[in-house]
């Protein structure tokens, strides 16, 4: 969980550092991509210093359109691809993304045509056909007023070159003073037919040469006979003049007379001349203008589309950023990790709020949890000291809920009852009856005070089964919750079986004690009295009343010697017997009681079964005898009168998970026990023969439980009894059982 | 045979496909056809001659009142100087080529001593563009005697003398780039 965390809000930063990364990111491509489309529409318009840095602009627009188209395909890639996977945010940012775009793709574009329709008719009207047509009349009429001045000045060079008759140079520099006086021209220059200049007259008088020299291809022209007029600045003015050129018609001379227009016509033929120009050249520049303008507004068009789109993914980025944070956290939550804190926003919005609930609420359910995890905590705790407590009562526990189903069992009660509680937890008291005969009578014995509305219920339980009787003091006490509603009983219970055997075996020592002081005592004087009187007055006395003397003293001393061996059998069954224990084979030991059977032919009766596999008793030799004895003897009497009597004494070894325990059974098809003895079969005194002392069964009883085993009476179901004693054995190699 | 066949057909289309495309090429370029420098009264002069081949749509504009700029690039260089060594001499010599509507004449103007020369004819403004007589290139002087320089020029047309709206579409179009290539030789003082 740790690591989850660590790597949710590692994830969260990352968001958080993209989202102003990408700010950075948008102003460092947008800005530059804005200024520079700003400098290129002015370097379209009219700055000449801009013009020149129009390609580089070009370019770096291009460049930077480009650029935000790649970043643009990036974040639609990456759309893309978190849509697919279903990532949380990913189908808003989607519908986000198409909604901006949605809302600013129409209106960009409808700016874009009418701004492109309207600029195309504004520079359309700019040109107008009217004007067209006007302007070419007025250049027409000022070719039409050159035209005629042209013809003018080449009908007076005509006149003049026809007046020149003398040939030679001296008689055509003086001709060419007065000609120049009469035409009004600026210049007369004549020259021979290869261009050379003959004379010149110039109405300047320091002018002396011409200023300009004829071009080849004039004079080539002139004389071939044509003639050239042509219209131009001359000499060092601006100003036109009208230079016309032309041949003699007889002598090889040619005439080159520079007229000078007048300035009102000058100026009006170099105005329309120019206007002229440059309304052509608008007109030429149309076609171009129209696609600068066009070019430039496309470009602005696509950079408002791209930083549209672009600021579409960042803002729908922005705005969902904090819903998938929530969503994240949300699963997380669902995963069970309560520690996510979501970042902060930077604004004070719904979203932000939203943000801060959720952290709250995520710090609220973590302190809850830690709280319920101490509180599951200090349950665990007191739950495992409870059963810590109750593991090492004595006691059995028993916990029924209202339908009588075994809620909790502590060990003690699955060995009193010899049964295996985990295996019963939840299961119904029913289901435990089935268990065992003593369980079932126990069952049945509370089945009844695990439903009653008593506080306190408490009984002495005496069950009984083959391994004999079984006394349960057992309590019931109703189990209340916090509201003090009933919701079970808990059921404690201890087996009192042995306590009330040594209370019994106190009893019967005390009761040993006062004979041998009450009875035994008295014993002796009474036997020394009746010797006394039968050797002081038998002899005495008349025959008849000797003879009564001497039987009624030897009933006493005989009675009192009875009396005696009673006591004292009594007293040696009342009192402690000291063991003198040694290693032993049962099997072998069995084996060598039974053999002194053998010589009275008894033995005939008996079917001996030793399977203990040599197991080993730690026992007093002597006892143990007694006790075989004792059983066989018992078994014998029992089976003295049955035809085809039968005794089966079988030795076994018993291994069973408590532990392993060596068995020994002696069955006989006798009458069996009577059922009203069978209870008390092992006390003192308690027996249903005409002889004996009453004490067989109980010595047995008292040899077997000073070994550390049990004892165990009970009829066969066919017919006859059945002893059963447990020993325990010695554990020559635990690592073998 | 028969591939083989095909196979020179093709070819020869294809170097016929060639030489058009660079006939057009050459339709609309500037070719210096002569250039040579001759020392003239202690000073290097360049007489060269230039064959100003406009594009239509260059033509088109000077028929529409847009004067062209033509722009003669001149450099002296040691030969074999280093390439941080300075120009002996770096210029640039400009005419320009108008339309008069009036008179239906070209006029090319010497941008540097704004002296005027009025055609009747384009072709013959075109000669008078590229007719390049006794330009002063470098005196004698600065030359060092023994020592060989290279004398490099190259004609192309000014864009950035066009009028601004034009300028855009120029830069863009290839009817507009036109130039010579560099016109080399050497000059041993």
């Known amino acids: 969980m740790g690591n989850h965390t660590l790597n949710g809000r590692t994830k ?112 359309d009207s700019w040109f107008d056909v009217k004007i067209d047509s006007a302007l070419d009349d ?33 008689a055509m520099a003086i001709a060419l003073v007065d000609l120049l006086e009469q035409s009004g021209a600026v210049e007369l220059v004549l020259m021979d037919l290869n261009g050379r200049v003959i004379s010149s007259s110039n109405i300047n008088p320091e002018q002396i040469v011409p200023d300009d020299t004829l071009e080849t291809s004039i004079i080539q022209l002139v004389r071939d006979g044509g003639r050239v007029v042509n219209v131009s600045p001359y000499g060092e003015s601006e100003i036109q003049h009208v230079i016309v050129v032309i041949r003699h018609d007889i002598l090889p001379i040619i005439l080159q007379a520079v007229y000078s227009l007048s300035d009102e016509i000058s100026q009006l033929t170099e105005s329309v001349q120019s206007a002229v120009v440059r309304y052509k050249e608008l007109a030429f520049l149309r076609e171009s203008l129209k696609f600068n ?15 549209a789109v672009w600021a579409a993914f960042y803002s729908a980025r922005k705005l969902v950023s904090p819903i998938s944070d929530i969503a994240a956290g ?135 089964g083959p391994e004999g009787r079984l006394v349960l003091l057992t309590r019931i006490s109703p189990l209340l919750d916090s509201l003090g509603h009933v919701k079970g009983r808990v059921v404690v219970f201890d087996d009192i079986t042995r306590l009330i055997q040594a209370q019994r075996n106190a009893a019967w020592g005390e009761v040993a004690r006062r004979l041998a002081h009450e009875i035994k005592n008295p014993l002796t004087p009474i036997q020394l009295s009746a010797e006394r009187l039968r050797h002081k007055y038998l002899s005495k006395m008349p025959k008849d009343d000797a003879k009564v003397l001497d039987k009624a003293t030897h009933t006493i001393v005989q009675q009192v010697d009875a009396m ?66 004792n059983l066989v003897k018992n078994a014998l009497e029992a089976v003295a009168e049955t035809e085809n009597a039968e005794i089966i004494i079988r030795s076994e070894k018993l291994v069973r998970p408590e532990g392993v325990s060596l068995g020994l059974e002696v069955l006989d098809n006798g009458p069996g026990f009577d059922e009203a003895f069978l209870a008390n079969v092992f006390e003192p005194y308690v027996t249903n023969k005409a002889k004996g002392t009453g004490l067989g069964l109980a010595v047995v009883k008292k040899i077997i439980e000073e070994h550390g085993g049990m004892i165990a009476a009970s009829n066969r179901a066919e017919a006859g009894a059945r002893l059963m004693i447990r020993l325990p054995v010695v554990q020559e190699n635990p690592g073998e059982e | 045979m028969i591939r083989g066949h095909k196979g020179l057909q093709f070819g020869i289309w294809v170097v016929a496909a060639l030489w058009l495309a660079s006939a057009v090429i050459r339709a609309e370029e500037f070719i210096i056809t002569k250039a040579e420098s001759v020392l003239l009264d202690e000073q290097y002069v360049i007489n060269a001659e230039i064959e100003y081949h406009f594009s239509e749509v260059a033509l088109k504009a000077l028929e529409n009142g847009v004067p062209l700029l033509v722009d003669l690039h001149v450099q002296v260089r040691r030969k074999g100087s280093w390439i941080w060594e300075a120009d002996i001499v770096d210029y640039h010599f400009r005419r320009q080529l108008h339309y008069l509507p009036l008179s239906e004449s070209y006029e ?41 320089y290279r004398v490099e020029i190259k004609s192309e047309l000014d ?22 290539e560099w016109n080399e030789w050497v000059i041993t003082p």
């Open chain 1, 12 to 123: 969260f930063t990352s968001i958080r550092k993209f989202s102003h990364s990408g700010l950075l990111l948008l102003l460092l491509v947008l800005l530059p991509l804005l200024v520079s489309l700003h400098l290129m529409s002015n370097a379209i318009q009219n700055t000449n210093e801009l013009s020149r840095l129009f390609i580089p602009l070009l370019i770096f627009n291009i460049f930077g359109l480009f650029l935000l188209l790649t970043l643009i395909i990036m974040n639609l890639v990456k759309m893309i691809g978190q849509y697919r996977r279903r990532e949380p945010g990913s189908r808003l940012t989607m519908r986000m993304v198409l909604v901006f775009l949605i809302l600013s793709l129409p209106p960009v574009s409808v700016v874009y045509y009418y701004s492109l329709q309207f600029l195309h008719q504004g520079i």
């Open chain 1, 138 to 170: 007025s250049l027409e009429l000022g070719r039409s007023s050159l035209e005629l001045n042209k013809r003018q000045f080449l009908r007076s060079s005509q006149q003049l070159l026809n007046q020149v008759e003398d040939s030679s140079e001296a």
């Open chain 1, 293 to 307: 303008f066009t070019m430039t507004l496309l470009l602005v068009l696509v950079f408002s589309v791209f930083a």
């Open chain 1, 330 to 464: 949300t699963r997380a939550v669902a995963a069970g990790d309560y520690e996510q804190q979501l970042p902060l926003q930077d604004s004070h919005d719904e979203l932000s709020f939203l943000v801060t609930s959720f952290n709250t609420m995520m710090r609220r359910i973590a302190q809850a949890r830690d709280q319920a995890a101490r509180s599951q905590r200090m349950v665990e705790e007191q739950k495992t000291y409870l059963e810590t407590v109750l593991g090492h009562l004595s006691s059995g526990v028993m916990v029924f809920d209202q339908q009588k189903i075994l809620q909790t069992a502590n060990r003690a009660a699955g060995q009193i009852l010899d049964i295996n509680c985990d295996r019963l937890i939840h299961r119904a008291s029913s289901e435990l009856a089935a268990c065992s005969e003593q369980v079932g009578q126990w069952i049945d014995n509370i089945d009844q005070a695990l439903v009653e509305d008593v506080s306190e219920w408490r009984e002495e339980i005496t069950l009984y």
């Open chain 1, 564 to 629: 005696k061996s009673m006591v004292n059998a009594f007293s040696d069954y009342a009192k402690p017997s000291k063991l003198e224990t040694q290693p032993l084979v049962f099997d072998e030991l069995l084996a060598e009681v039974i053999s002194l059977y053998e010589a009275s032919g008894e033995a005939e009766k008996m079917q001996v079964l030793l399977e203990t596999e040599g197991a080993k008793l730690e026992a007093d030799p002597v006892r143990l005898r007694q006790v075989i004895h």
């Open chain 2, 108 to 148: 090319v103007v010497d941008i540097a001593d704004g002296s005027k020369r009025r055609f009747i004819s384009r072709t013959i403004a075109l000669e008078a563009l590229g007719e390049i007589s006794e330009l002063p290139l470098v005196e004698a002087e600065k030359l060092q005697t023994g020592k060989s």
């Open chain 2, 159 to 180: 864009i950035e003398s066009l009028p601004v709206p034009l300028r855009p579409t120029a830069y863009m179009s290839s009817k507009w780039k036109l130039a010579s």
